[in-house]
């Protein structure tokens, strides 16, 4: 069946340093691709995403290509400032599955950012 | 506009008591979900709704786990005879149509701890 295959963390790092989450994912068919992000008690927010191979999804800094050839979508931000701390969780939706619509999440990578 | 509301945030329930949870899609979105959460965990599907059509039950773990939307907005996930392994935060999610591609709009979730 359908998988997300995330990065463990947590995850430290100093402010302005660059931020790399890997994701992997395995699907049936041609699935969209999604990263959320979760900061302390809020509820899950859509960050950026991408529905088609080698689309780029952007957002507040952070990049993620849709990897067809590696079945990967890697978050990425070049310089991470401290309100960047949260848990980030990637996604999909496979239409091959089911009615199509449920999202497969993986387990989250918890990041903090220090001054 | 208003985004999608849970209630109650929280909840405490003794083994064997049954739990009804709210969800409060945003306006005039078709599509409404379900999820459940485990600590440290990404969200598991449950249930999917299409209007007031339940299309999707595939995720509910037993049939002591029921969920409901009759008029096609508000939506009731109950619960019967509540176990420990109930213990969990279950969001809602909505979303705008029914494709595989459509972002979903996470509530704040209700954490459901059971003694």
């Known amino acids: 069946g359908d998988s997300v295959t995330q990065m463990e963390g947590p995850v430290t790092l100093s402010e302005e340093a660059f931020l790399t989450i890997n994701c992997t994912y395995t699907?049936?068919?041609?699935?969209?691709l999604f990263w959320y992000v979760q900061y302390p008690g809020e509820g899950l927010q859509l960050l950026l995403k991408?529905?088609?191979?080698?689309d780029k999804g952007s957002n507040k800094g952070f990049e993620a290509t849709y990897r067809k050839e590696t079945t990967s979508f890697h978050l990425e931000k070049g310089s991470v400032q401290v309100s960047d701390s949260a848990v980030y969780f990637c996604?999909?939706?496979?239409?091959?599955?089911?009615?199509?619509?449920?999202?497969?999440f993986g387990t989250g990578t918890s990041l903090t950012v220090i001054p | 506009g208003a985004g999608v509301s849970q209630s109650p945030r929280y909840k405490v329930a003794k083994r064997g008591q049954d739990v009804a949870l709210r969800c409060d899609p945003i306006?005039?979105?078709?599509?409404l979900f379900w999820y459940q959460q485990a600590l440290g965990q990404g969200p598991e599907f449950l249930t999917y709704?299409?209007?007031?059509?339940?299309?999707?039950k595939s995720g509910l773990p037993s049939d002591r786990f029921f969920a409901e939307r009759p008029e096609g907005s508000v939506s009731t996930l109950k619960i019967q005879r509540t176990q420990q392994e109930d213990s969990a935060v279950y969001l809602c999610?909505?979303?705008?149509?029914?494709?595989?591609?459509?972002?979903?709009?996470f509530g704040p979730g209700t954490r459901l701890t059971v003694l």
């Open positions: 999610a909505s979303s705008l149509g029914g494709g595989s591609t459509d972002t979903q709009y």
């Open positions: 699907a049936t068919g041609y699935p969209s």
């Open positions: 991408a529905t088609k191979a080698d």
């Open positions: 996604a999909l939706s496979d239409p091959a599955m089911n009615t199509g619509n449920q999202f497969y």
């Open positions: 306006s005039g979105h078709v599509s």
């Open positions: 709704f299409q209007n007031e059509a339940q299309l999707d």
